[in-house]
């Protein structure tokens, strides 16, 4: 059974830096492009960071220069690195993964506040 597994959330600062990770399982993970999402409270879930097969990454506007996504094959996971966080970050996010079929993480929650 496919499963991705979400990890490394948690409270931190304004300001501070989490990292979060995403291990995938029974699948053919150099396969597929990987994305995080986010969902606040009352809004839709949002993009916040894409990593093709080979390795390309993207982002939007609110998040640039603040996140990284990167990945690692051979240990089936990818990971977003988190900076200079901000209460407006504070969500729970989703990884997920898209090839031959759509797969997604059961989510962790982030919360950044004071």
């Known amino acids: 059974q496919v499963q991705l597994v979400e990890s490394g959330g948690g409270l931190v600062q304004p300001g501070g830096s989490l990292r979060l990770s995403c291990a995938a399982s029974?699948?053919?993970?150099?396969?597929?492009?990987m994305r995080w999402y986010r969902q606040a409270p009352g809004k839709e879930r949002e993009w916040v960071a894409h990593i093709t097969t080979g390795g390309s990454t993207n982002y939007p506007d609110s998040v640039k220069g603040r996140f990284f996504i990167s990945r690692d094959n051979a240990k089936n996971t990818v990971y977003l690195q988190m900076n200079s966080l901000k209460p407006e970050d504070t969500a729970v996010y989703y990884c997920n993964a898209n090839g031959r079929f759509v797969y997604w993480g059961q989510g962790t929650q982030v919360t950044v506040s004071s």
């Open positions: 029974e699948i053919i993970f150099s396969a597929y492009s």
